[in-house]
């Protein structure tokens, strides 16, 4: 007995003395507990690590981290017990230490150059000793919204503000009016002015507003108007604050999906109530949707290595007062809008949900047949960028932003997507019934200008040139960046394909580009909208569609 104690005992002395572990991908943004990857590698100039925002809060999650739970008002201490924190060699402020957990504030005189070296990265020190270091990625905006249950996705941190000035929690009793303002609460927006010193509380006069802008969307496509005002909450640390009118044209309901949007991420959604005159809530009736892709990608690297995926995917999904897709109209010698896809971290959101039609077959021409089973979703939340500026309404339910959305999908032997019809078919399940869906694919082209690994002058004109295609179809080229946490490309020129060429045009052109650095140059052959068959099926009250599409991507480019 004696001996058994005694081995307890040192047990638990070398327990005490084990240094501070991160787990990893344990450091997160304070908010969202989310790190900003979105389950995305970020591109070589963030080195695949989180980016969190000088001043914002974020949590470290581990082991051995402090000895006892302790907590901090302002000023916020460097050191609570015998825990501190320090961020390429800069104390920071804390919040909260437990042996699990640690709250803190990012300082604030960190390099945010982009591609600034992080080196040194998070290291927690305790009296056991020092952590290994957490590399950061960029010191840049990684917004989140703070949750009304603290767990990062659900209801949002939401005041509605009446005409008086004051303000209630906004809930599925007390929605806010299209029209009316609200207040959002989160952090990671990025640097302020007339910014408080770490670890303190920011002024109420004069107001510590956003050096870096940052705003809010719904129904991840509809921003705020004018009179907005973004910075930090006055009488709070590392707390953003974004005062911005709802929309008018806001679909109304009990859990309509928010965000913050900066210039370089985007937060994940959490929901809030809107109704017309406040109140309580309601949702609209849930519509139902599919898209059919057949879609052929053939790549092309920097050192002129090919590849070919060919895939036929179908999505079927509904959400609240979902509506189906604007057509996208084309014109000779113009342009289409450019667009942002961000690849933000998931949350559910409730009403949106994928929708079971049973088993679901494929059939090339002939007799060549494919199993089409669900798999998780892919993408992105995908927001229009309007000519000078400004976002357009564009319904994405399909965003991997959403958890717990599938697609049916079946990857094709290489060579499958041709000229000729390929069906879909669906046996019917539990939410949409039987359907077949036909598509007529039109001809793929042959790009013949050498584009991989191309250097582009903004001042010396492109002209691509290629064989093939039909009278029927559309060429867009697309300049597309890859930026981490999103991939951005500028209004993207169109041509019909049988015009056998098209010319990408600099900055200094009435229609160039505007984006500098590595890029992908993506060409597309889509049919002409008015081809695209449309199909119906019980369970999908505003129909579906059925579309192709050949892409071909050129690797290792750069715009200057």
Known sequence: MKTTYLCLVFSAASAWAQGPVIDPGGVVNGASYADGLGGRSFSDLQGGQPSLAAGSIASIFGSNLAASTLSAQPPLPRQLGATSVSVNGIAAPLFFVSPTQIDFQMPTGLDVTPGASSAQGIVVSTSAGQSAPYQLGNIDASPGIFTVDSSGCGRGAVLNVALDGSVSLNSLVNSAAPGSFVSVFGTGNGSVYNAPPDGEPAPSSPLAFSAVGGGLIWEFAQGGG?????????????????????????R????????????????????????????????????GYGEVTWEKTVTTSATYAVSESDTVTVSLDASPGRQAPLTPTFAEG??????????????????????DAGSVSAQGP??????APKSPLAGGT????????????????????VSGLT???????????????????AKGGADVG????????????????????????????????????????????????????YDYYPPAWV??????????????????????????????????????????????????????????????????
Not at 514 to 529: K, L, R, Y
């Open 226 to 250: 004018s009179g907005s005002w973004v910075g930090r909450a006055p009488g709070l640390v590392g707390v953003d604050q974004f005062n911005f009118p709802v929309p008018t044209m806001v």
């Open 252 to 287: 109304q309901g009990c859990a309509v999906p928010l965000q913050i949007i900066t210039d370089n991420n985007i937060s994940a959604p959490v929901t809030m109530s809107i109704a017309a005159g406040g109140g309580a809530c309601s949702d609209p009736p849930s519509q």
């Open 334 to 355: 113009g342009t289409v809008s450019g667009a942002f896809t961000y690849f933000g971290s998931q949350c559910p959101v409730p009403g949106y949900r994928s929708l």
């Open 366 to 371: 002939g007799t060549l047949a494919w199993a």
């Open 382 to 401: 995908v927001s229009t960028l309007l000519p000078g500026g400004g976002f357009a309404p564009f319904p994405q339910v399909q965003s991997s932003q």
């Open 407 to 425: 697609v049916y999908q079946a990857a094709l032997p290489a060579g499958t997507i041709q000229p000729g019809s390929f069906t879909v078919s």
């Open 434 to 485: 039987a359907f077949q869906s036909t598509a007529q694919i039109g001809a793929p082209i042959q790009v013949i200008t050498a584009l991989a690994a191309r250097v582009l002058n903004s001042q010396q004109p492109l002209q691509i040139q290629w064989t093939g295609g039909d009278a029927n179809s559309w060429v867009t080229v697309k300049l597309v960046g890859h930026f981490g946490p």
């Open 495 to 560: 041509a019909r394909a049988t015009d056998g060429q098209i010319a990408i045009r600099g900055a200094a052109e009435p229609i160039g580009y505007d984006i500098a650095g590595p890029v992908d140059i993506v060409i597309e052959v889509v049919p002409d909208p008015s081809q695209v068959p449309s199909f119906a099926a019980p369970g999908l009250s505003l129909g579906g569609t059925t579309t192709w599409k050949y892409t071909y991507v050129f690797q290792g480019a750069t715009a200057q």
